[in-house]
């Protein structure tokens, strides 16, 4: 059976069984990601709230930890979170080996370098420019130790192994790997040979229907009724300076939210030189409140160099607004032709997007899908479907 026959052979024994999963006692998860999952929230922050919510609702026990070397012996599985940090998961799935969890894990692999070659700014896209992607990803975590305190025994570890090899090493500890998409499987299996006959269930990044679903809107805010909203942590591979440039001149009404990685504050600071006064800096708003703001605006963009799927872009797409992405990374998987796509490193490319999205007439079809593929509570059911997998393979031996 080949790679793409495979993952649809698994997709439907999901489909037939995973309202099924049989399970003998509830189960006992350990959820564990890197060290700054609260202090720099991502997607990740949501992906593995969310996903903990849904399970507890089926009746595991779900605990989420930040530590590096944990005790995972009173648990039943670990679970892990990022394969581009494997200073961090890399040394959380030996603590597993050693207590004889098995462990699985989300890889939200994402790859950054085109933009470390292209488009990053200063002394460290001069330098990285020229790097292979281990040693690009080496040299980054070096640079966050410096600038933000990043270190832990996982820091050293990975220096001492190497970037690539700690990653494929992560790999071949995991029982199964729970990519966001087929896309993101096949970029691993390109990338790590030996992940290609490794078992993996795809599960879905998603939204909560309770919270973005129009119904359930207050109403729009005034100030930001038909403006362009960009929702996402401010940093150079977003391209929110780019989108600032874009909107320059049209008319049109920018809202961005979130605030700026630790490392990017002087790329903050000129968003704020260059933008005019039709842009609007919100900083951070709570997850529960977006709704509001996904209602008001006509247009969400997000155009970055890369994203696994993108967050705000499903949840400003299930309350109905028009999208703007790039085809950089996985969006295409999720939102096929239903979006307007830009490229990244094109200002005009992204105002030509934007503006064609801001003129369309809104389309209920993006939301009809969204909510029907990408919500919570299926990521949920992927999740514990694939802990069912694993667990039975173990008590055959």
Known sequence: MDFKSREESIDMEIDARQSETALSRPLRILFLSRTTLFSVPGGDTTQILKTAEGLRARGCEVVVSTDIDPDTSSF?????????????????????????????????????????????????GKILKYLSPSMAQTIKIAGRVVMNREYSMGTLRLITT???????????????????????????ANDFPSARGKSHVVVPNSIDPLLFMPSNDPEPLEAYRDCILCVGRIEGRK?????????????????????????????????????????????EIPHEELPRYYSSCKVHALVSWMETTGLSSLEAGAMGANIVITAKGDTKEYFGDLAYYCSPDSVDSIREAVVAAFHAPRSTLLREKILDEYTWSKTADATLFAYDQVLRQKSLG
């Open 76 to 124: 039943d599985l670990v679970h892990l979170f990022n394969l581009t940090r494997p200073q961090e998961t890399y040394p959380q799935a030996l603590a597993a080996k050693k207590s004889g969890t098995p462990v699985v894990l989300s890889t939200i692999y994402v790859d950054y370098i085109e933009y470390d070659r292209q488009a990053r700014p200063g002394i460290q």
């Open 239 to 283: 391209c929110q300076l780019e989108l600032v440039r874009a909107v320059n001149g049209t008319g049109l009404k920018l809202v961005l939210i979130g605030k700026p990685a630790p490392n990017q504050i002087a790329y903050f600071d000129q968003i704020k030189r260059e933008m005019g006064p039709n842009v609007t800096l919100l900083g």
């Open 162 to 188: 190497g970037y690539k090899r700690s990653q494929e090493r992560l790999i071949s500890l995991a029982s199964m790997l729970l990519p966001n998409s087929h896309s993101e499987m096949a970029r691993i």
